[in-house]
């Protein structure tokens, strides 16, 4: 492999090097993904799941018995009382406006408590009643509290920010593409803990995606009414082709099934085509998959950091999520590291990623993404505004030596474009 680099022979020593150093946390890592396959297990013993589970229903898809089944292990695995796992959640935007939809009524309000919430969720929240069918425009209002200069919650703000409109909490578990911290589940429980001392007749909602599986426990374990995620990131472990999910207390999710079908079928119907025996069995690879991906993040982390560059987070930093961020320093290095990613993609590897104009984003984009599922995060890409401080976001791998290959090729794509020297190792 490293012969076929420009510069393969100092790569190879720099890379040995950080394998020996990462172990104690790689290790850690494949503790946790043992952990959780343990609990895929026997949440799947209990439930039964059986060959026929695997096959799926048509048409209305009444007493889907694999469905019906596969949401009472996820139930389980999130420690809830219900789950709604479906293909027809059409991504992790989808399956969070439905449970918005679902719980609030005109007249209440939502509030963030995590800072701004992930850029697709804008057009859901809405500004004015424009006929769009946002939730402004139903006359639910909406504020956000903005995190402190340190990330964490500005409490003070949130407490003058209550009214008797208020019923929803909004908190976002991963840091997104934003440059602030990921909330961890015991961060997540003491939150929740003081919304609840303030105003125990708040529910609180939970924005899952890129957090499954990475730590022992998930949000509806830290007492979150309700939360949401998507089948094509942690839990659909690779295998899901599409669809979302949403877990936590019954009232809540059977409202949030209304509002995804119709109100008198909500959870009872929906046809899940040939799906299950992907679901089934994503699900069971999810928390080994999952441990792949981070410990990809770790390398990548250690490996960066070694050669001068910030990275969040940090190798050795707790995480709670699978996204990891390199600040390359310059436009050049940013464009030759996503080049270097696409190239080493299972699919498309012969495309040539260019930055460019992105609804929704002020500056130009570079996006790496080679994937089998169009768009799923779980498998390796990479990508990033083209602004200072030219920071790639890298997320996802569905197996660790790949997303090796891949960030050595970016590395190799850095130094024979010229954006990085490896000779004389300087802080960027
Ligand atoms: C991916 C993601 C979403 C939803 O994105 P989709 O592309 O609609 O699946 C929402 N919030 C966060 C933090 C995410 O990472």
Same mark, same amino acid.
């Given at each position: 492999?490293?012969?076929?680099?420009?510069?393969?022979?100092?790569? !190879?020593?720099?890379?040995?090097?950080?394998?020996?150093?990462?172990?104690?946390?790689?290790? !850690?890592?494949?503790?946790?993904?043992?952990?959780?396959?343990?609990?895929?297990?026997?949440?799947?013993?209990?439930?039964?799941?059986?060959?026929?589970? /695997?096959?799926?229903?048509?048409?209305?898809?009444?007493?889907?018995?694999?469905?019906?089944?596969?949401?009472?292990?996820?139930?389980? /695995?999130?420690?809830?009382?219900?789950?709604?796992?479906?293909?027809?959640?059409?991504?992790?935007?989808?399956?969070?406006?439905?449970?918005?939809?679902?719980?609030?009524?005109?007249?209440?309000?939502?509030?963030?408590?995590?800072?701004?919430?992930?850029?697709?969720?804008?057009?859901?929240?809405?500004?004015?009643?424009?006929?769009?069918?946002?939730?402004?425009?139903?006359?639910?209002?909406?504020?956000?509290?903005?995190?402190?200069?340190?990330?964490?919650?500005?409490?003070?703000?949130?407490?003058?920010?209550?009214?008797?409109?208020?019923?929803?909490?909004?908190?976002?578990?991963?840091?997104?593409?934003?440059?602030?911290?990921?909330?961890?589940?015991?961060?997540?429980?003491?939150?929740?803990?003081?919304?609840?001392?303030?105003?125990?007749?708040?529910?609180?909602?939970?924005?899952?995606?890129?957090?499954?599986?990475?730590?022992?426990?998930?949000?509806?374990?830290?007492?979150?009414?309700?939360?949401?995620?998507?089948?094509? !990131?942690?839990?659909?472990?690779?295998?899901?082709?599409?669809?979302?999910?949403?877990?936590?207390?019954?009232?809540?999710?059977?409202?949030?099934?209304?509002? /995804?079908?119709?109100?008198?079928?909500?959870?009872?119907?929906?046809?899940?085509?040939?799906? /299950?025996?992907?679901?089934?069995?994503?699900?069971?690879?999810?928390?080994?998959?999952?441990?792949?991906?981070?410990?990809?993040?770790?390398?990548?982390?250690?490996?960066?950091?070694?050669?001068?560059?910030?990275?969040?987070?940090?190798?050795?930093?707790?995480?709670?999520?699978?996204?990891?961020?390199?600040?390359?320093?310059?436009?050049?290095?940013?464009?030759?590291?996503?080049?270097?990613?696409?190239?080493?993609?299972?699919?498309?590897?012969?495309?040539?990623?260019?930055?460019?104009?992105?609804?929704?984003?002020?500056?130009?984009?570079?996006?790496?993404?080679?994937?089998?599922?169009?768009?799923?995060?779980?498998?390796?890409?990479?990508?990033?505004?083209?602004?200072?401080?030219?920071?790639?976001?890298?997320?996802?791998?569905?197996?660790?030596?790949?997303?090796?290959?891949?960030?050595?090729?970016?590395?190799?794509?850095?130094?024979?474009?010229?954006?990085?020297?490896?000779?004389?190792?300087? !802080?960027?």
């Amino acid at each position: 492999m490293y012969k076929h680099l420009s510069h393969g022979f100092r790569i !190879k020593q720099i890379v040995t090097e950080i394998e020996q150093k990462i172990v104690p946390v790689i290790r !850690k890592i494949e503790e946790q993904a043992e952990y959780g396959q343990w609990k895929v297990l026997d949440f799947f013993r209990k439930h039964g799941v059986s060959e026929h589970h /695997l096959q799926s229903s048509t048409g209305y898809g009444y007493d889907d018995l694999g469905r019906d089944t596969l949401e009472k292990v996820f139930a389980d /695995l999130f420690g809830a009382e219900m789950a709604l796992v479906r293909p027809n959640i059409i991504s992790g935007t989808h399956a969070i406006a439905a449970c918005l939809y679902g719980i609030l009524r005109p007249g209440d309000e939502l509030i963030y408590l995590t800072g701004k919430p992930y850029d697709t969720l804008q057009q859901v929240i809405g500004s004015g009643q424009d006929g769009s069918g946002s939730l402004a425009d139903y006359n639910i209002s909406y504020q956000e509290v903005p995190l402190t200069p340190e990330g964490s919650i500005n409490w003070p703000r949130f407490e003058q920010a209550l009214t008797h409109r208020t019923r929803l909490i909004g908190i976002q578990r991963s840091r997104g593409y934003s440059a602030r911290p990921s909330f961890t589940i015991s961060q997540i429980k003491e939150i929740i803990n003081h919304i609840r001392a303030i105003r125990p007749d708040l529910l609180v909602f939970v924005d899952n995606c890129y957090g499954e599986f990475v730590e022992a426990e998930e949000p509806t374990h830290a007492g979150a009414d309700i939360i949401a995620g998507s089948l094509i !990131k942690n839990p659909g472990g690779g295998l899901a082709k599409s669809g979302g999910y949403i877990t936590g207390k019954a009232k809540w999710v059977k409202r949030a099934a209304s509002r /995804l079908v119709a109100p008198g079928i909500g959870l009872e119907g929906g046809a899940t085509y040939g799906y /299950l025996r992907d679901f089934f069995q994503g699900l069971f690879l999810a928390p080994h998959v999952v441990g792949e991906a981070l410990k990809g993040a770790v390398f990548t982390s250690a490996l960066l950091e070694e050669l001068g560059f910030d990275t969040s987070p940090g190798w050795q930093e707790k995480r709670t999520d699978i996204i990891q961020q390199i600040h390359l320093g310059s436009p050049e290095r940013l464009v030759a590291f996503c080049q270097g990613i696409q190239s080493a993609s299972p699919v498309d590897a012969h495309i040539s990623p260019v930055p460019a104009a992105m609804p929704g984003y002020e500056d130009p984009v570079i996006m790496a993404a080679g994937t089998f599922v169009q768009g799923a995060s779980i498998e390796l890409s990479a990508d990033g505004p083209i602004r200072p401080p030219y920071i790639a976001y890298l997320q996802g791998g569905l197996t660790y030596s790949h997303v090796k290959i891949a960030v050595i090729q970016a590395l190799d794509q850095m130094i024979s474009t010229g954006s990085l020297s490896i000779t004389t190792p300087e !802080k960027h």
